[in-house]
């Protein structure tokens, strides 16, 4: 059984700091996705990732993929208090979203 | 391109009645479906994968006589919540796929059911 994990749960962060969250997730998959969730919306899809190396990159966010390691990372440049939300990675496995735990980002200002 | 929708997006109802949510894809035809549910401060959670002209698929521990889902057509896929109660409550997101042969999933904005 498949199963993803993300760590930390809950980040509270100052504006202006950096911050990685991870997703590690347990058998072998063709696709990755991060998507953010604001409360009391859907998802909204930050970035796709397809092979082992894969790095993307749009504004202070970037994700990357270590297929090898079954690691995906997403990572926060000079935070600031619009990306607060809670942040989703997603594993495809047989056309099937497996969900991460969830990080519940706060940036402080 | 690529959008979903949901209706309603919100819905409160009374124990023992049914709920019906429809979820469409507008510039597109979804060959596939597939309905998720969230509980608060939870991950999400798939229920069950349709695709268009066949019987859903369900996921483990989903009950398919409780939540009877149809996919009729490229465009529309409905969930019903039948009998519900107030533990039906919850988070209900819907996504699609098979836009331009495309694996990935599109999500519609989600509804909020309530039963009291």
């Known amino acids: 059984e498949l199963k993803v994990e993300q760590n930390p749960l809950f980040l509270s962060m100052q504006e202006g700091k950096n911050y990685t969250i991870y997703c590690n997730y347990s058998?072998?998959?063709?696709?990755l996705y991060w998507y953010r969730q604001d409360p009391g919306k859907s998802l909204e899809s930050l970035f796709v990732?397809?092979?082992?190396?894969a790095v993307k990159q749009e504004g202070r966010l970037m994700a990357s993929l270590d297929t090898k390691a079954r690691l995906s990372t997403l990572h926060i440049t000079a935070a600031v208090h619009d990306l607060s939300a809670t942040y989703f990675c997603?594993?495809?496995?047989?056309?099937?979203?497996?969900f991460g735990t969830g990080t519940l980002l706060a940036v402080q200002p | 391109g690529a959008v979903v929708s949901q209706h309603p997006s919100r819905v409160i109802c009374k124990s023992g009645t049914s709920v019906k949510i429809e979820c469409r894809s507008l510039?597109?035809?979804?060959?596939?479906m597939f309905w998720y549910r969230q509980f608060p401060k939870k991950s999400l959670m798939l229920m069950a994968t349709?695709?268009?002209?066949?019987?859903?698929?369900?996921e483990q521990g989903v009950e398919k006589d409780k939540f009877l889902i149809n996919h009729a057509s490229l465009t529309l896929s409905t969930l019903t919540v039948t009998s519900a109660h107030p533990e039906d409550s919850s988070f209900y997101i819907c996504?699609?796929?098979?836009?331009?042969?495309?694996?990935?999933?599109?999500f519609g904005p989600g509804t909020r059911l309530t039963v009291t």
């Open positions: 996504s699609a796929s098979g836009r331009g042969n495309s694996y990935e999933q599109y």
């Open positions: 058998t072998t998959s063709d696709r």
């Open positions: 990732l397809l092979s082992n190396g």
């Open positions: 997603a594993v495809d496995k047989g056309n099937k979203l497996i």
């Open positions: 510039d597109f035809q979804a060959t596939t």
């Open positions: 349709s695709n268009e002209g066949s019987k859903a698929t369900y």
